[in-house]
């Protein structure tokens, strides 16, 4: 009897899939592949059950003679072990990291022998209808809040990209590449304090005020389903972080970054350029603690910003911080620097992890920007943010469409930087 392989990277089993494998079934013995967790959030498919439920959903369907997990997004180990007849896909291949996965297959199948069959995929109301509410349940405050210390056990690294808008939200959202084997796209969310103030045409000194930074998450939570992290700068006032908490909880973001920093806050990426006044260790514990008092769910994170090296007062000061904010309560911790090299924050890294195996630290490599995610979790980095970036292109290429109208009064010349119409007009889904 021929040997049959499909893949499924789903939670719930609708009429397309059952068409699958009923096709798939008339060809011969069908095995059924269930993706990986550690591959499903690479593939835009956040898991909302584990790898044991969704292989016990398929296990037992009318047709389907057996079920393994695959462990890798690409075939190579699934079909140089099981040398399949036939391998079955919906011929729903759409963006370039799906036209990578189907590249592979033939390549494999080219190699061991065996054919790809293509089954035109199931595109009615009701499959419709179940694909949305699957995306609207990792959307949900409840879910989207646990996700992201889920994606600290799952992952060895959780890339963070900065957002500022639903757009940006969006290209946090869906951007997906393909590069050799590896499928990847961002895990989470920042909403930089710098980049929401700079938007808005602010300084970045806490003056744009929490009502408006939360309309920023609104925005972004409106359109995406990953989790976010929040800039809280210094928190404010014990007295007010507690009620910054509980509304971040209450809206589903999943952990808020607070810097040990005093008075007027100015961007660490000053350095001592200009006056900045770090907090006391005690008052810092203190505000981590009454953060911590004030939460309600447990999944929410208060992670420590430590601002030592910035300010110039070295990797001990840091370390005795780090410790003592962990000893409050502090979920996480973040180390900054400004250096141009990573020296200084693989070094602190490494000291950290000599004493404590355990507490995520986050890093922002803004300056240091040499050093590549590999090289950040060999130091034990458990959280990569790129803090600015978005912002930092969008300006650029925005005044230079300006100038180029000025310059030649029409905007023809500008045209070859520009999006389409089409494509802009198009780029929203409508409901
Ligand atoms: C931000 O993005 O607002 C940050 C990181 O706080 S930094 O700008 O490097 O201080
Ligand atoms: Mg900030």
């Known amino acids: ?58 296990e037992g369907l009318p047709g389907v003679a057996d079920v393994i997990e695959q462990k ?16 079955v896909h919906g011929d729903n291949w759409g963006d370039s990291a799906m036209q990578a996965i189907r590249a592979n297959i033939l390549s494999l199948l080219e190699a061991n022998g065996g054919e790809l069959i293509e089954i ?5 109301a009701d499959v419709q209808k179940l694909d949305r509410q699957m995306r609207e349940k990792l959307s949900m405050p409840e879910f989207r809040r646990g996700r992201l210390r889920k994606l600290l056990d799952m992952t060895p690294i959780v890339k963070t990209i900065e957002v500022h ?16 084997e590896e499928i990847s796209q961002f895990d989470a969310m920042w909403i930089s304090s710098l980049c929401d103030s700079t938007e808005k045409g602010k300084p970045d000194i806490e003056l744009v005020d929490m009502t408006s930074r939360f309309r920023t998450i609104d925005d972004v939570l409106e359109v995406t389903t990953k989790p ?27 952990a808020v970054i607070i810097e ?40 929410f994170m208060i992670i420590a910003r430590i601002e030592s090296l910035i300010l110039g007062m070295g990797q001990e000061d840091a370390l005795e911080r780090a410790r003592a904010y962990v000893r409050a309560g502090a979920d996480g911790i973040m180390i900054h ?16 992890r000599a004493a404590d ?75």
């Open 1 to 58: 009897m021929a040997k049959v392989y499909t893949c499924f990277c789903t939670d719930i089993i609708h009429e397309g899939h059952m068409n699958i494998i009923r096709e798939a079934a008339k060809l011969g013995e069908l095995t059924v592949g269930v993706l990986s967790d550690e591959m499903m959030i690479r593939y835009n498919r956040f898991p909302t059950k584990t790898t044991e439920e969704r292989m016990k959903m398929i």
């Open 72 to 87: 890798k997004i690409m075939y190579d180990e699934v079909i140089t072990s099981l040398h399949p007849d036939y391998v």
């Open 120 to 124: 035109p995929y199931t595109h009615n």
């Open 165 to 180: 808008s639903g757009l940006t939200g969006l290209i946090a959202e869906k951007t997906i590449v393909a590069k050799g």
């Open 228 to 254: 976010i992290i929040f800039d809280g700068d210094t928190g404010g006032l014990t007295e007010h972080f507690v009620y910054t908490v509980r509304s971040l909880e209450r809206m589903g973001v999943s």
């Open 260 to 299: 040990d920093k005093t008075g007027l806050k100015k961007n660490s990426l000053f350095g001592t350029e200009v006056k900045q006044t770090q907090d006391s260790i005690e008052n810092f514990c203190a505000k981590i603690a009454a953060g911590k008092q004030a939460q309600l769910s447990d999944d």
């Open 337 to 352: 620097s400004r250096s141009k090299t990573p020296d200084e924050i693989l070094s602190f890294c490494d000291a950290f």
């Open 357 to 431: 195996k355990d507490t995520p630290i986050v890093v922002v490599p803004s300056t240091y920007n040499t050093v590549t995610e590999d090289e950040l979790a060999a130091h034990g980095v458990n959280i990569v943010i790129y803090a600015n970036q978005m912002l930092r292109a969008a300006f650029p290429a925005m005044e230079n469409v300006a100038k180029s109208i000025l310059e030649n009064q029409r905007a023809k010349e500008a045209d070859s930087c520009l999006m389409s119409i089409k494509d802009i007009i198009t780029l929203i889904d409508e409901l």
